[in-house]
């Protein structure tokens, strides 16, 4: 599964996640928000390999705060990938905690930022990362594109924390992940996941370089209005946004 600019939100289950739960698939997440979920784990379990690309895990809730994460859960056999991205603040539950030893079960690469350092242990985090960071986020808002997020306030830590460089030109067009819309000039693109926009469609950087998680700190965006529309192909459900 793949998730791109999405916000998982305010879910509850009695059992498992209360945001994802991956039991053997491959889960990618780039510019997305996993935010006030509750279970038995708060944000996600996987027992696969599971990538986060400039994402934010934060506000969640493990029912068992002493055996259970509010943030990430790693089964056996399952990894987590970071990359400029936020894991921070739960409501309850560690950041991160995996069912065996948790530094073979992350790997970092680079200027990502944790809360209460178990995400990113010593023997884990690299020069970039900022363990036991301050996130300073806003609560999940309305900040303008399709959906809710954490505005990075003054104070955080997550603010210009990761380097640009130039990537060519982008021609006139619809954003997408690669670019904002209709940029023909050159790109500074973010280092480690070269993405130019944020999660609301924002261009990467607002200030002198990108910011650490989903979004970029700086003047909301317009709201759009919009909703979702599910429709079966064959045995898939499709959403489109509309």
Do not use: K
């Amino acid at each position: 599964m793949t998730l791109q600019r999405s916000t998982v939100s305010d879910n509850t289950t009695s059992a498992f996640a209360g945001g994802i739960t991956n039991s053997s698939g491959t889960v990618t997440l780039t510019n997305s928000t996993i935010s006030g979920n509750a279970g038995d784990i708060g944000g996600i379990q996987t027992t696969g390999p599971l990538t986060l690309n400039n994402s934010t895990i934060t506000n969640n809730s493990a029912r068992n705060p002493l055996i259970r994460p509010g943030g990430v859960w790693i089964q056996t056999g399952g990894n987590l990938t970071l990359a400029n991205s936020l894991i921070a603040d739960q409501e309850t539950g560690s950041d991160c905690m995996a069912q065996g030893v948790i530094t073979s079960a992350i790997t970092s690469n680079g200027y990502n930022l944790d809360s209460d350092g178990t995400c990113l242990d010593p023997a884990v985090a690299v020069a970039s990362d900022i363990p036991s960071g301050i996130a300073d986020l806003a609560a999940l808002a309305d900040n303008g594109g399709p959906t809710a997020t954490h505005l990075p306030q003054s104070g955080s830590d997550a603010i210009d924390a990761i380097p640009t460089a130039l990537a060519g030109t982008q021609s006139p067009g619809a954003a997408g992940l690669d670019g904002p819309q209709g940029s023909d000039a050159p790109n500074a693109v973010c280092a480690g996941t070269g993405l130019t926009i944020d999660q609301r469609g924002a261009t990467r950087p607002q200030g002198s370089g990108c910011d650490i998680g989903s979004v970029e700190a700086g003047a909301p965006l317009a709201v759009t209005v919009g909703r979702f529309l599910a429709a079966t192909d064959g045995d898939r459900v499709v959403f489109r946004w509309q």
